[in-house]
């Protein structure tokens, strides 16, 4: 059999990270068996919708690198409002790929259903709706619609304003058959009459996403176990319209490091945050793929290529407990993707974040790219997120705040003697050819025999009055990432200030 699956994402606000990982699941299955990732929009839900989270969803996929085999065309995505639609229309054989395009489609199964016996029209208002689930609850009853226009003397008419509900069996089970967690049986008593077309023709997710499957011959459904309670409903309807289900593969969900339902609370929850942070699409991609999964046993290895994972995935050896989401481990293996990037390709991943804080101009001028490079090689080991690098490196590209004076007068030292000292280096750091790491470390070691102070006071004091940092990269390739000029005008600032307390 051929394996076709599909993400099948609401343009009511971004996915989840949760759910991009089952994404992730979705994509590597498919490219394993060599079969086709569909992309499909469910716009159906006119009132949340909003224009541009389209674009913001494909845009999300590219960047992890999952493209799609089929999806929405070209006309869908300009009716849709998407810019640059043609970059993003792949289109395909069993579209249209957007559902707001297949309104009649539903409205032919929903009719399909009435003719057969398992669906029926019901004009009940909100206000009785209301009234009745606060009866059931008043009476402790399993809260859910009474069933009250299923066998009407006279039917619903279907020139009037109604909905169209499934006839739920009112006896026996309905089994779900679960590759991962095996057959998990409903009473038919407590499924709901859910509705399956809405008074203004729209479609319930129920109806649609099973037209949908069907149509597009979806054949495997891989999404998060919360959704299990409501796949029966979906199983009658497939044995209502004598079609052959899909195989369902429920994964688990993914929560905080606390436990508790991954959220706001504990980090960013969307691709577009990730992104912004400064997280190396291949790391974040590697994280979500062994979120629930492993690759077996006394398997100690966790970093893998985008190849190895689609060779080494198993989507029947996933997990059926909840997956924790632990930002710690997340933040360790960016920092392993990042120490395996080249200079150059560091250099281009740094670039939107030093842009973005205003301290590279954009476009970057040729002749700061070897400053840059310095840079990112300097903070390289350092960086857990991209974002970071401004924190590391903002004193490099713009003017500091003068050092407090006590950072300028290292203990056994008066401000004359400090002064004298930050004299002799600034007089080195002017002369010294090329200005280059290698080329100051030695001559400003040697300088601390004859200005008689230690390593440490002189280095230390150049760190505070070159960066106003306690702590930064390596010095001598910082004080060449600076710059001579900035340097020595640094240094004078400071000797200035010396003097003027002695």
């Not at 541009?52 to 009716?79: C, F």
């Not at 969307?270 to 991609?285: M, R, V, W």
């Not at 909840?322 to 150059?344: C, H, Q």
């Not at 230690?454 to 702590?471: D, M």
Request: with cysteine; hydrophobic share 40%; glycine share 8%.
């Amino acid at each position: 059999m051929s394996v076709r699956v599909r993400f099948a994402p609401s343009p009511t606000g971004e996915p989840h990270i949760g759910n991009i990982r089952t994404v992730v699941f979705n994509w590597l299955f498919a490219r394993q068996n060599d079969g086709h990732f569909i992309l499909r929009i469910e716009d159906t839900d006119r009132e949340r919708y909003q224009p541009g989270t389209i674009k913001v969803i494909m845009d999300g996929l590219r960047w992890l690198g999952m493209n799609w085999d089929e999806g929405p065309s070209l006309e869908a995505l300009e009716a849709s409002g998407v810019e640059e639609a043609r970059a993003y229309a792949v289109g395909g054989l069993r579209g249209p790929y957007v559902q707001s395009e297949r309104l009649e489609l539903y409205q032919e199964a929903a009719e399909t259903l009435i003719e057969q016996g398992w669906a029926y029209r019901c004009n009940c208002t909100p206000e009785r709706l209301a009234r009745v689930r606060e009866e059931q609850r008043e009476a402790g009853k399993h809260v859910m619609y009474d069933r009250h226009c299923r066998d009407l003397a006279v039917p619903v008419a279907a020139d009037e304003p109604h909905v169209v509900r499934l006839k739920v069996p009112l006896e026996g089970d309905t089994v779900v058959h679960d590759a991962i967690r095996g057959d998990v049986t409903f009473d038919n008593t407590l499924i709901d009459d859910q509705i399956l077309l809405k008074s203004d023709g729209f479609p319930t997710y129920h109806l649609a996403v099973v037209v949908d499957d069907h149509g597009m011959e979806v054949s495997h459904v891989i999404r998060g176990d919360d959704w299990i309670s409501s796949t029966p409903k979906r199983v009658l309807i497939y044995e209502a319209m004598g079609w052959e289900p899909p195989t369902y593969c429920h994964v688990p969900l993914v929560n905080g490091p606390d436990g508790q339902k991954l959220s706001k609370r504990h980090g960013a929850t969307s691709i577009t945050e990730f992104k912004a942070q400064g997280y190396l699409p291949e790391a974040l991609f590697n994280f979500l793929a062994l979120l629930g999964w492993s690759p077996g046993e006394g398997e100690e290895q966790e970093v893998f290529s985008r190849e190895e994972l689609i060779e080494r995935f198993d989507l029947f050896r996933v997990n059926t407990s909840p997956a924790t989401f632990a930002y710690d481990k997340l933040n360790w293996m960016n920092g392993v993707y990042i120490r395996e990037l080249s200079e150059e390709e560091l250099v281009e991943r740094l670039l939107p974040f030093w842009q973005r804080a205003g301290l590279v101009p954009d476009p970057c001028p040729d002749p700061m790219r070897p400053r840059l490079r310095l840079a990112a090689s300097l903070v390289q080991e350092r960086l857990k997120v991209l974002r970071d690098v401004v924190e590391w490196t903002d004193f490099m590209f713009t003017e500091i705040e003068p050092p407090p004076m006590e950072r300028l007068v290292p203990k056994g030292l008066t401000a004359e003697a400090s002064a004298e000292m930050l004299q002799g280096a600034r007089d080195l750091l002017a002369e010294v050819e090329p200005f280059e790491p290698e080329a100051i470390e030695q001559p400003l070691r040697e300088l601390t025999g004859p200005l008689g102070v230690s390593v440490g006071q002189l280095l230390g004091t150049l760190r505070w009055a070159t960066t106003n940092k306690k702590a930064t990269p390596p010095l001598f390739g910082t004080l060449a990432a600076i710059g001579r000029e900035r340097v020595t005008a640094r240094l004078d600032s400071a000797i200035e200030r010396l003097r003027s307390e002695a």
